[in-house]
Structure formats: structure tokens, C-alpha cells
């Protein structure tokens, strides 16, 4: 078996949605019971208040109180990553805060975005977050969303303060990636935050994957990332393929739109996406649902 870095977060983390009641506020019990379904389906931990989770249009009050009630729904059983990150450092530093006092184990904070700061800026939004809290943060670097890269100097410069210890890595580029997960200090751990990459990924050293997929194939996922880390290639490839089809409708349209249908369809409702993000298209949870299907035929031979 191949040896690699322990997962501090678990190996399936789940970007878990906001659910939303018909007048468009927060459904906390929703929010709740998709939690705990998650632990008990392939889930190693929940990611709280990020891209997935609509976090811009999320208030503050909204993220504390849903960092507070993943904790609870948890209990122990899951890890609770709160997204802390925003444009704003000192925005940051207080959600961050806020998170610790709800009881998370580590917190989140993606590269400032539409500021465009230069990686010094980076640098230092990043540190004072670290240092607001004795929490373990994880860095976000998707660039596609904030118009900036973390580069590779700035991730081993970043990788030298204590509580810095990951990054969920959305720069879709696996060999520049290839070159990260090499340059980086031991300890320091890569986390796929783009489901169609995570093979290759963890084929290349990351440790698991921040997963929005997981929704609905955590387990399928999860099997995955254990057979790349087992040396089964074989076994890697073929599930890799048979979630491709699922991949591709859940992103089909902005995210977490197609996700939210498919939860609908599928699980249970959780309400649309808040605008500027609508219902997704008519025949998207249909396409959802047969990737499952496939999916399901496979998991029961």
C-alpha cells in the first residue's frame, strides 16, 4: 500500500449546500438530516459555508448559525470545516472567530477575490487569519472563481505557518499540481477541489478531495479515492469513469444549481439557489438521474 500524508480533515470532504425554505431563508432542519445523511454515505467531514454552500449571498448571522448546527449534527462523527473566506481580511479574521467559538475543527479561506491582490497580499490576508484562532486552516486556490492564483512560491512560503496545513487545490492544471504536491513541505497536505480531477490528484499525492459529487455517490467516491491510494489502478479508473457522466451534468450549469435539482429528485427538496443563481434547467436532474442509475447498477453487481 502506497504510504502518504495523513488526512487531517478525512479523506471525503462534502462542499455541503445550503438548503432554502420556499420564502428564501435558511432551512436549518433540512440542513441538519442532509448532514447526518452525508456521515452515514461516504463522508468524512462537510465543508460549511463555501462555494457550494452560496456563501455570497450568505449573512453573517446565516454562516455562524450554520457553522453551529453542522457541529451538532456531527457530534463527533464527521469533521466541520467552516468557509471563513472572503475579500475582506478583517471580515475573515471575525468569521473565523465566530467559527472557532461554534466548535468547528478547522476553517476554510479562499484567495481574496475581484481585489485581485498580489501574492504578498495573499500572504499576509492568510497568515493574520491563521494567527486570529488556534484552529488549522485550510488555503482555497481557484482561480477560475477568484481571478487569482495562489502560485507555488507563495503556497511554500504559506506552508511554513503552523496552522496552515492544506490546500483544497481548483486550479484544474494537473501538472502544475504535479509540481505543487512535489515542492510542498512534508505535513503539508493537497485536498482536490474539483471532482473530475480527483484520480489523478490523489494519483499524484493529494490525500482525498473536497467533493460536491458526494451528495449523491459519496460512497462511490470515497471507493475511489481508497483503491487510488490501495495501488488498484484498475479499480480507480473504472469508477473514475462511471462518475464522469455525473460530473458532467452536476456542473453542467452554475453550481450548485444542477446539484440542488438532482438533491430534489433524489433525496429531498432543498429549495433553489438564492439570486443571482437560479432552478436549474428542466431535463437536468433527469441526466443526474441516470448517471445514479449507472452508478447504483454497478454498486449492486
Not at 489502478?233 to 462518475?243: N, P, S, W, Y
Not at 460530473?247 to 429549495?271: H, N, Q, R
Amino acid at each position: 500500500m502506497e504510504q502518504r500524508p495523513d488526512a487531517p480533515f478525512g479523506r471525503v470532504l462534502t462542499a455541503v449546500i445550503t438548503p432554502f425554505s420556499s420564502d428564501g431563508s435558511i432551512d436549518y432542519s433540512v440542513f441538519f438530516r442532509l448532514v447526518k445523511h452525508l456521515s452515514l454515505n461516504g463522508s468524512d467531514g462537510v465543508v460549511v459555508g463555501g462555494t457550494t454552500g452560496e456563501a455570497p449571498t450568505l449573512s453573517r448571522p446565516e454562516k455562524v448559525a450554520l457553522f453551529s448546527a453542522a457541529v451538532d449534527a456531527a457530534k463527533s462523527s464527521m469533521t466541520v470545516v467552516a468557509g471563513v473566506g472572503t475579500y475582506d481580511t478583517r471580515e475573515s479574521v471575525d468569521l473565523a472567530k465566530a467559527a472557532a467559538e461554534a466548535g468547528v475543527d478547522g476553517v476554510m479561506a479562499v484567495t481574496p477575490y475581484y481585489s485581485r491582490p498580489p501574492q504578498a497580499g495573499i500572504v499576509e490576508h492568510m497568515v493574520t487569519i491563521a494567527d486570529a484562532t488556534e484552529l488549522p486552516l485550510m488555503l482555497y486556490n481557484i482561480p477560475s472563481r477568484t481571478a487569482t492564483r495562489i502560485e507555488l512560491n507563495t503556497l511554500v512560503e504559506l506552508a511554513g505557518h503552523p496552522r496552515i496545513t492544506s490546500v483544497k487545490d481548483a486550479v484544474d492544471d494537473i501538472d502544475w499540481s504535479r509540481r505543487v504536491i512535489e515542492s510542498l513541505p512534508e505535513g503539508f497536505v493537497v485536498y482536490s477541489g474539483s471532482d473530475a480531477m480527483t484520480r489523478e490528484l490523489v494519483e499524484a499525492g493529494a490525500v482525498g478531495v473536497v467533493s460536491v459529487a458526494s451528495h449523491l455517490a459519496g460512497v462511490t467516491i470515497a471507493q475511489m479515492v481508497q483503491a487510488v491510494i490501495d495501488g488498484d489502478a484498475a479499480k480507480a479508473a473504472t469508477l473514475d469513469d462511471l462518475m464522469k457522466p455525473l460530473i458532467d451534468a452536476l456542473f453542467s450549469e452554475p453550481s450548485p444549481m444542477p446539484l440542488k435539482a438532482g438533491l430534489a429528485a433524489y433525496w429531498d427538496t432543498v429549495g433553489v439557489p438564492r439570486l443571482p443563481l437560479l432552478a436549474a434547467r428542466e431535463g437536468t436532474a433527469e441526466a443526474i438521474g441516470h448517471a445514479l442509475e449507472a452508478i447504483n447498477e454497478y454498486r449492486s453487481l
